[in-house]
């Protein structure tokens, strides 16, 4: 496979340890919690976290449609930076990457930029910003709890 010519990037500041927003990324138990867009749950998260690991995440809706994603990681920095490959549920047609930083802005402060890179098209990218704004919302309100 190729790797597409679109990238998005998106920065949050969060109010949380560097750590423990690097963990919520990379724990099952804390992805489970998080990782989906709003109206959905997230029954099944694995991780397999080292260089090559795989991970995975299941995101359900109500109606209970599936949507699978899973990927392999290439670099793990506990807690500054996270690298994966991202292979969504419609079967991407091209390789894309999943690049998060985490810059202490302080002890209970955290810059993320997630960079997710190799899109095909406009259109693809797009949606996949809306996925990922949905998903950093509800990060942040669950990081609140």
């Not at 419609?90 to 190799?118: M, P, R």
Request: charge should be neutral; charged fraction near 25%; hydrophobic fraction near 35%.
């Amino acid at each position: 496979m190729t790797q597409g010519k679109f990238a998005l990037v998106i920065q949050r500041t969060i109010n949380v340890s560097a750590e423990r927003l690097f963990d919520a990324w990379t724990k099952p138990e804390l992805m489970k919690q998080w990782f989906r867009g709003s109206e959905m749950a997230t029954p099944v998260a694995e991780a397999d976290l080292r260089v090559g690991g795989a991970w995975q995440i299941i995101m359900t809706k109500s109606d209970g449609k599936s949507y699978p994603h899973n990927g392999h990681y290439q670099v793990v920095d506990r807690p500054n930076k996270l690298v994966f490959t991202w292979n969504p549920f419609d079967g991407a047609e091209c390789d894309t990457t999943v690049t998060l930083t985490f810059k202490k802005v302080s002890e209970t402060v955290t810059e993320l930029t997630l960079t997710h890179e190799g899109f095909k098209d406009e259109k693809i990218k797009a949606g996949h910003e809306g996925g990922w704004n949905a998903c950093l919302d509800t990060l942040v309100s669950w990081l609140k709890k």
